[in-house]
């Protein structure tokens, strides 16, 4: 039985969350505390699989009690529980919490979010994804230029310039950059000359991802790999991105939205370096049974590129909707969606992309089955099915007339 720890200074929040989770007892073993000292005490005594935590309590407030279990207790998920008003600072002030809830919370929404943080979490732990990373000889790390400039937005005097000098030091990055930026990618109505005008325009969200995502396949630029054809998985890559986030635009979501389209494939990336053999026995296998690469790999590896990727990602620390979405982006029935979400735009952005499984992997092997109108009416999706069709069509035109 998983074990679950809440957290809050308000004796009536702590009650009320009792009375309302009662009919889950059978299903998870709770413990309810009013101090973050208290949380700590009991995580000593036994750690908990999550903890929930408001963050206004005296003495030990949530981020620290949060920037304590992350330090000590890595493998709890971490779930911030706080008042509305205040939840945009706290997702900036904490990153070591792994979802953000805001009050008033139903019992429902609140049990979904614990049960998808607990499957993935599973799902990241099983053996056969835990052998497959132990025979890798090196995992990647986290691009340097990503990690650069997570340090300097830190800085409350950074200034656009101060993120353009940083991207623009690397000339092949820049290029690249604003090579994306200026295809149709982003259909941005002028053409953007320079890594300044790109963070300006776009924001310094979007150049951060797409420098991680052009940094990353760079590393393996050139490599030779018996399969697949990484140049074409690459293009799939933008060309998923590119539809799920003209659905998400406009959304809170947009930019996590962008960063699981670019990197939604990474481990194959990791898999045609690192275990060439399987892989190519895996394309084998889907193409003569006609079935999906994921299905195949889970067979012949033990995990699937989609778990393997979510596992580097969740390493490196990324948001925990992208690491979610990149985990089961070919498997979205796996949890349970009740609202527009990561997960969602991708899941429908990578029906609507328009690719050839078949020219990346080998004769054969077939492509994903869509999800259909009904998914997106499902996920209370900002657009419907038809408008999200043409947005994607006209995405994928006028990038065939940029190349």
């Known amino acids: 039985m998983k074990r679950i720890l809440f957290v809050d200074d308000e004796l009536p929040i702590l009650e009320g969350l009792r009375a309302r989770l009662h009919k889950l ?40 009690l949060l920037e304590i279990v992350s330090g000590r207790w890595p493998q709890t998920i971490r779930v911030v529980l706080s008042g509305y008003a205040e939840l945009q600072q706290t997702i900036r002030l904490v990153p070591f919490a792994h979802q953000y809830l805001s009050k008033p919370c139903q019992p429902q929404q609140l049990e979904n979010v614990i049960d998808r943080c607990l499957l993935l979490h599973d799902l990241l732990n099983q053996p056969g994804l835990r052998s497959l990373v132990g025979r890798i000889r090196a995992l990647p790390t986290l691009p340097r230029i990503y ?15 101060d993120v353009a000098k940083l991207v623009a030091a690397d000339s092949a990055l820049a290029a690249r950059v604003l090579q994306i930026v200026n295809s149709s990618f982003f259909r941005l109505a002028r053409r953007i000359s320079n890594i300044e005008q790109a963070v300006s325009y776009l924001g310094f969200q979007s150049i951060r991802n797409l420098a991680m995502s052009v940094e990353i396949f760079s590393r393996w630029a050139g490599r030779k790999s018996a399969a697949p054809d990484l140049e074409k998985l ?15 635009t406009k959304t809170p979501i947009s930019d996590d939205t962008l ?6 494939d990474i481990g194959y990336w990791v898999l045609a370096q690192e275990c060439p053999e399987e892989l190519t026995r895996a394309m084998q296998l889907a193409g003569a049974e006609a079935i999906p690469m994921h299905v195949a790999e889970t067979r012949i590896i033990g995990a699937s590129h989609a778990e393997i990727g979510a596992y580097l990602l969740g390493i490196w620390g990324l948001p925990y909707p992208v690491v979610e979405a990149v985990a089961h982006h070919h498997q979205p029935e796996r949890v349970t969606q009740t609202e527009f979400d990561v997960l969602a735009a991708l899941v429908i952005g990578h029906s609507l992309a ?15 089955p869509k999800v259909d109108a009904r998914y997106v009416r499902a996920v209370k999706a900002p657009i419907d099915w038809e408008e999200a069709t043409r947005r994607v069509a006209a995405t994928t035109e006028a990038e065939e007339m940029d190349a």
């Not at 990690?147 to 310039?161: C, E, F, M, R, W």
């Not at 690459?234 to 998400?248: D, L």
């Not at 990346?360 to 492509?367: C, D, L, R």
Request: with cysteine; hydrophobic share 45%.
């Open 234 to 248: 690459q293009q799939h890559v933008h060309a998923v991105a590119a539809a799920a986030n003209c659905i998400a």
């Open 147 to 161: 990690t650069a400039l997570q340090g300097i937005v830190k800085d409350d005097n950074v200034t656009l310039a």
């Open 25 to 64: 007892h059978t299903k998870w073993s709770m413990m309810f505390v009013d101090s973050g000292a208290a949380a700590v005490e009991r995580m000593q005594e036994s750690p908990y699989d999550v903890i929930v935590s408001d963050m206004r309590m005296p003495g030990m407030d949530g981020a620290r």
């Open 259 to 264: 960063l699981a389209g670019l990197l939604h």
């Open 354 to 368: 328009a690719t050839d499984d078949a020219s990346v992997f080998g004769a054969g092997v077939p492509p994903d």
